[in-house]
Nanobody, 125 residues
Framework: QLQLVESGGALVQPGGSLRLACAAS????????IGWFRQVLGKDREGVSY????????NYADFVKGRFTISRDNSKNTVYLQMNSLKPEDTAVYYC??????????????????WGQGTQVTVSS
């Protein structure tokens, strides 16, 4: 059974850091590009970051550029999102998603095929 599981969400103070992980089971992650998305209750899900199958291409939403870094370790079947300089407006449920297609750099949710259950990130003092 193909499954994505996010972890690493927590309560953190403004200016703090977190590293989210997205682990795959039931399939080989390096066959898929991976995206991170986030959603606040009552709002649309928004794209945060993208990484290609090899890790050679990444893309970031403007609101996280310079603060977040996406990476992957295909040997561990895991993708990471390092989040630094966190702000209260980064508070959301964060999801990872796998794309079987070839939409390079995509931050569009409907272009992704498989989704995890999400992990809560709360930035508050």
């Amino acid at each position: 059974q193909l499954q994505l599981v996010e972890s690493g969400g927590a309560l953190v103070q403004p200016g703090g850091s977190l590293r989210l992980a997205c682990a795959a089971s039931g399939f080989t992650l390096d066959n898929y590009a991976i995206g991170w998305f986030r959603q606040v209750l009552g709002k649309d899900r928004e794209g945060v970051s993208y990484i290609s199958r090899s890790g050679g291409t990444t893309n970031y939403a403007d609101f996280v550029k310079g603060r977040f870094t996406i990476s992957r370790d295909n040997s561990k079947n895991t993708v990471y999102l390092q989040m630094n300089s966190l702000k209260p407006e980064d508070t959301a449920v964060y999801y990872c998603a796998a794309m079987s297609g070839y939409y390079s750099g995509s931050l569009i949710a409907y272009e992704y095929d498989y989704w995890g259950q999400g992990t809560q990130v709360t930035v508050s003092s």
